[in-house]
């Protein structure tokens, strides 16, 4: 069983700092891309930023130069790094990666999610 958990999300102020983490467990042989997506109240979830396992970044236009994804094949861990931080970035952050598990099918798998509240 493949389980992704993440951390790090909370309340700050408009522009403030926040570091998402979220780390992938169990039977894992290896993992393709992770990514971060987020949902916001009465919207539809949207991608943030996504890593190949080469290190490869893709990022929405409306992060590029606030949030950096990086990641860490060692422990199959994915972060996202959040800098000056808006209000409208509020949503719940979902992690995201597509893993190929030791005795199942590979797909994709989704981490319960962690809430990102920025005050005015």
């Known amino acids: 069983q493949v389980q992704l958990v993440e951390s790090g999300g909370g309340l700050v102020q408009a522009g403030g700092s926040l570091r998402l983490s979220c780390a992938a467990s169990?039977?894992?042989?290896?993992?393709?891309?992770m990514g971060w997506y987020r949902q916001a109240p009465g919207k539809q979830r949207e991608l943030v930023a996504t890593?190949?396992?080469?290190?490869?970044?893709k990022s929405a236009d409306s992060v590029k130069g606030r949030f950096t994804i990086s990641r860490d094949n060692a422990k199959n861990t994915v972060y996202l790094q959040m800098n000056s931080l808006k209000p409208e970035d509020t949503a719940v952050y979902y992690c995201?990666?597509?893993?190929?598990?030791?005795?199942?099918?590979?797909?994709?798998?989704w981490g319960q999610g962690t809430q990102v509240t920025v005050s005015s």
């Open positions: 169990g039977s894992i042989f290896s993992i393709n891309d």
């Open positions: 995201n990666a597509d893993v190929v598990p030791r005795y199942s099918d590979s797909g994709r798998y």
């Open positions: 890593i190949t396992s080469g290190g490869s970044t």
